[in-house]
């Protein structure tokens, strides 16, 4: 009686031992021969034997030690080939045998299947039953997953009795069945399928009961609800509830489902009433946030806010939030290691400092339960890097029209009174406004109104890092003295972007954009010839981690430089004789932005052969420019093209990125002012600045850009 434990035990030591040493074994190989009904990443998908990364399988790097490896199993292998086997059988394939070749190594093992498919069985009779007086039958079986003359997939048999139980449950049957026969036959290779519908009673919505509320009022939740008394019952309203529910932003959780899952037993007439549960559990109804931050261009921040949910009733929420960014040294440069603020050794000045403080009240179910409302009052100082910087107060009114549907749009108004300043040489270059009278009028603080839509067409499938579908956003500005406007500040302003993602494999990922727009702007004339003008916190600018990454912050397209010194000793001897023409000390950088503007990313993004699991590479090329339509001076022509390479490593708020482009071309020229401070008179002195230098070293031609997120 002893023997027979024994030897459960040798077997289990056997087994135990073959399994380690087969642990030891990388598949370094895994391939199918044969397969022509399914792809190589469906197998891939039915079977417990996975190869190792590219980095860990190919021959020519594997030698690196780099990837991640997977190791054979004899046990699952053997099992493998059972797996197949059925997945081909209920794809129709009932003839199908599956033959292994392995190769094996001390260290590696290299898998092949050779699939013999043979002819699958195929649907000679296909009828569903039950629906003649709901449905046009024939027309209904067209729409179908499954077709006469397809393969015997049993996949998509359920897929069509699902699709038909869909039909009918957003049709008015609640408890609608569908049972499923058929009768296949593998000699003749000829299946027949019967899919056999049981409605069930037709009904209405009756009773909707709402439990859970605590504060919330009744009325909120039925005027934002999709479920009424006396509607059809429609399976996709009571979904549509739930999320519009969750999107109010005052519930932890949210479910809609029937009071009663089964259906009665005895006989009901026709379209009697089925009651709907709402069961909701309300989140706290005010919330507190602190933030610290730090970022390269806005060096360390601080914002704070409190909401209150459901305030006054009806679901409103009302948030008041400030902050205040740039504590610390202004970034010199926006690439490389010199962007990064250093606030220790700096100074903490009160004129670098942007500031927001907001007030919002938020409004759903706004005329109509798809429909949001927003209004805002908002007091600002905000700042773009060697650009500009705005100063205003004011407030925004928006309407979000089916806001969680296909095509959201939003149309909205903002007014407010406030002023911009930017470089005298940007006021001069652009729109020939040389003199500090001029300049001064343009810094006056003065009313702007606009009136805005943006449409949006999100099928992405994640927000922090999609993989998959695309996002269109369409955005038209509207500024003029009809809506509040003053002289200059009348425009009109188009932008559209598309983004596109294709998943490749598991986890490479193919993206591109396409993002331009244009500038309209009414002419002015004050001291000079009518010119169009267009604020420079309006206007286009590029590059930077997020558009052209070969470039800087806005560094891309026209600019001006200037000094303030212009004696002796501002002039770079050593440059000078290097260039063979006069380089000044001291000289700033202005980029004026333009009314035309035009980014093209491409960017592959696969798992790295070190940590696949947190970190990513990506290769990418990005092109664009930025033009001032009808300036005869500029000297900026042609797209720009900027290829290079990047890391990416996870973390909850998303990858951060580091990214490395390469940019071949010549520092961007224009024209040099001096500005006179005592006078405040601007001089040019030349029109095309910087001198042409030396060729830059490889080193000099590679940009560095550090960000949070994907860039697009």
């Not at 949210?254 to 989140?283: C, F, K, M, W």
């Not at 100074?347 to 409302?373: C, K, V």
């Not at 008179?681 to 550090?706: G, M, N």
Request: glycine share 10%; with cysteine; net charge positive.
């Amino acid at each position: 009686m002893r023997v027979i434990p024994c030897l459960l035990l040798a077997a289990l030591v056997a087994t135990t031992v073959l399994t380690a040493q087969e642990q030891e074994r990388v598949v370094r190989g895994l391939s199918f021969v044969g397969n022509r009904a399914l792809d190589h990443y469906t197998l891939e998908s039915a079977i417990a034997t996975t190869r190792s990364s590219g980095w860990a399988s190919k021959w020519y790097v594997r030698w690196l030690g780099l990837g991640e490896k997977r190791y054979f199993n004899e046990i699952e292998f053997r099992r493998d080939v059972v797996r197949l086997i059925l997945l081909y059988r209920q794809s129709g394939y009932m003839n199908a045998v599956v033959d292994t070749l392995v190769q094996r190594t001390p260290r590696d093992v290299y898998v092949t299947f050779r699939i013999h498919e043979g002819e699958p069985v195929r649907v000679a009779r296909f009828e569903v039953r039950g629906l003649d007086s709901i449905f046009d039958v024939p027309r209904l079986i067209r729409e179908l997953p499954l077709q006469v003359g397809d393969p015997f997939n049993r996949f998509m048999m359920q897929a069509s009795a699902d699709t038909i139980v869909a039909r009918l449950r957003n049709n008015g049957y609640p408890y609608a069945e569908v049972l499923r026969n058929f009768d296949s036959e593998a000699g003749i290779l000829k299946a027949e399928v019967e899919l056999d519908a049981q409605p069930g009673p037709r009904m209405r919505i009756g009773e909707v009961l709402i439990r859970g509320l605590r504060d919330v009022d009744t009325g909120t939740v039925r005027r934002v609800m999709s479920v009424h008394r006396g509607d059809r019952f429609n399976l996709d309203a009571l979904y549509q509830t739930q999320r519009d529910l969750y999107g109010i932003g005052v519930f932890n959780s949210v479910n809609v489902v029937l009071v009663d899952s089964v259906a009665p037993q005895e006989a009901v007439p026709h379209d009697s009433t089925v009651r709907a549960l709402i069961q909701v559990q309300e989140g706290p109804r005010h919330q507190v946030r602190l933030g610290f931050g730090y970022a390269t261009v806005e060096c360390f921040r601080v914002q704070s806010g409190w909401a209150a949910h459901d305030f006054l009733g009806g679901a409103r929420t009302l948030d008041v939030s400030a902050r205040v960014s740039k504590l610390g040294s202004a970034p010199t440069q926006t690439t490389g290691l010199n962007q990064f603020c250093n606030p220790f050794s700096g100074t903490w000045t009160i004129d670098t400092l942007n500031y927001t403080l907001g007030i919002t009240l938020r409004q759903p179910a706004f005329l109509s339960r798809s429909h949001i409302a927003t209004l805002g009052f908002v007091v600002e100082r905000r700042s773009e890097f060697g650009i500009y910087t705005r100063e205003a107060i004011g407030g925004n009114a928006d309407v979000t029209f089916n806001a969680r549907g296909a095509l959201p749009v939003t149309v909205g108004y903002s007014y407010s009174v406030g002023r911009t300043e930017a470089s005298d040489a940007v006021y001069c270059v652009l729109f020939r406004l040389c003199d500090s009278t001029s300049r001064i009028f343009l810094r006056d603080r003065r009313q702007f109104g606009a009136v805005t839509m943006t449409v949006v067409r999100d099928r992405v499938n994640s927000v922090l890092e999609a993989s998959e579908g695309s996002i269109t956003t369409a955005t038209l500005v509207h500024a003029s003295h009809l809506v509040g406007s003053q002289v200059p500040y009348e425009f009109n302003r188009g932008e559209l972007e598309i983004v596109k993602y294709y998943p490749i494999g598991r986890r490479t990922v193919f993206a591109w954009r396409v993002r331009g727009g244009a500038i309209l702007a009414r002419n002015i004339q004050l001291s000079g010839p009518p010119v169009g003008y267009v604020p420079p916190d309006q206007r286009f600018y590029g590059g930077g981690p997020n558009s052209v990454r070969g470039y800087g912050r806005n560094e891309l397209g026209p600019r001006v430089y200037v000094i303030t010194v212009r004696d002796s000793t501002a002039i770079d001897p050593v440059a000078t004789a290097q260039a063979g023409d006069t380089v000044w000390r001291g000289v700033t950088t202005a980029p004026t932005g333009g009314n035309t503007a035009l980014v093209l990313n491409a960017e592959l993004r696969f798992p790295s052969p070190l940590f696949a699991q947190r970190m990513r590479l990506g290769l990418f090329v990005d092109a664009g420019q930025v033009w001032e339509r009808g300036d005869s001076l500029t000297t900026i022509h042609g797209i720009r093209i900027t290829p290079g390479a990047g890391l990416r490593f996870a973390t909850p708020l998303g990858p951060v990125r580091i990214d490395a482009a390469y940019n071949g071309y010549a520092t961007e020229r224009g024209p040099l002012f001096f500005l006179d401070k005592t006078t405040g008179t601007l001089t040019q002195i030349r029109s095309a600045y910087p001198p042409l230098r030396a060729q830059k070293t490889f080193w000099q031609k590679v940009i560095i850009q550090f960000a949070v997120g994907q860039a697009f």
